[in-house]
């Protein structure tokens, strides 16, 4: 079984982060391994708390895995702290891995802060580049590049000034706009837009972690850029389609709908 590890931070409502990522891993068939980098106290509906781990505890997490387990795949979600940053991205190129896909967490669901500002410089500087897909959304996508994002001509820009950072390729997540949530992928040379139509649903929680890590399974599994990021738009499309509502803000959505019968009920 191919093998892939999430780096991110701890979500105690379970719909997001380490844990959509485990979920999301085992749905799409490849065996999940985590380092965390922070634990949250939220739900679905904020984050009451963020207690950042120390860049020591992280490091030795990476390396105890990579030291013992073949990792075919990593992929990274929130780091919190520019030192957090540094520090993986450090033990990453000890490493080597052969695919990263970064998911440059910025701002939880319910409008919490995940990324400070600092950090955000040495994510483009560290982390981008080592990255073989970037997957940000509208927001985080203006942040990186430093302008607003409105036009069809601007998601182009943007994506080739992401790329310009270093990354092999991007994934620019269309959910933010208006109509439809149509993503546009850019390899370096082509354009590829991913169309769907829109899920109307707040239970939405957790979809960007749960997308990232669709990805990375692909890519373990040997698939090419594009064919990963197919197959794992295809999975959440259907994982937001028979999303579910716990709690009484954003629920989260069906990492395991295809382990379901017709009536909905686990099989």
């Known amino acids: 079984m191919k093998k892939?590890?999430?780096?991110?931070?701890?979500?105690?409502g379970g719909g997001a982060g380490i844990q959509a990522d485990l979920k999301s891993f085992s749905a799409n068939g490849v065996f999940g391994m985590s380092v965390i980098t922070a634990v949250t106290a939220q739900n679905t509906v904020?984050?009451?708390?963020?207690?950042?781990?120390?860049?020591?505890?992280?490091r030795d997490q990476i390396e105890a895995v990579f030291d013992d387990i073949q990792v075919d795949a990593v992929k990274i979600g929130m780091l919190s702290t520019a030192e957090i940053v540094n520090t993986v991205a450090e033990t990453l190129a000890k490493y080597k891995p052969k695919h990263i896909v970064l998911d440059p967490v910025m701002i939880s669901k319910s409008g919490h802060h995940l990324l400070q500002e600092d950090a955000v410089e040495a994510l483009k500087s560290r982390l981008v580049p080592l990255a073989t897909v970037i997957t940000p959304n509208i927001p985080e996508a203006e942040v990186l590049v430093g302008t607003v994002l409105q036009s069809k001509q601007d998601l182009y820009k943007a994506c080739m000034t992401i790329h310009s950072?270093?990354?092999?390729?991007?994934?620019?997540?269309?959910?933010?706009?208006?109509?439809?949530?149509?993503?546009?992928?850019?390899?370096?040379?082509t354009f590829t837009w991913l169309r769907?139509?829109?899920?109307?649903?707040?239970?939405?929680?957790?979809?960007?972690?749960?997308?990232?890590?669709?990805?990375?399974?692909?890519?373990?599994?040997?698939?090419?850029?594009?064919?990963?990021?197919?197959?794992?738009?295809?999975?959440?499309?259907?994982?937001?389609?028979?999303?579910?509502?716990?709690?009484?803000?954003?629920?989260?959505?069906?990492?395991?709908?295809?382990?379901?019968?017709?009536?909905?009920?686990?099989?």
């Open 4 to 12: 892939a590890l999430t780096i991110a931070g701890s979500d105690s």
């Open 46 to 58: 904020e984050v009451r708390s963020v207690q950042n781990i120390d860049t020591s505890m992280i």
């Open 165 to 189: 950072l270093g990354a092999k390729s991007v994934l620019l997540k269309g959910g933010h706009l208006a109509g439809n949530p149509n993503d546009l992928f850019y390899d370096g040379e």
């Open 196 to 267: 769907t139509e829109r899920i109307v649903t707040k239970n939405t929680h957790g979809t960007g972690c749960t997308l990232s890590a669709a990805i990375a399974a692909g890519l373990a599994k040997g698939l090419s850029y594009i064919e990963s990021i197919e197959s794992a738009k295809e999975y959440i499309t259907n994982a937001i389609r028979e999303s579910f509502s716990i709690g009484n803000g954003h629920g989260p959505v069906h990492h395991f709908y295809q382990f379901q019968n017709k009536e909905g009920e686990s099989l």
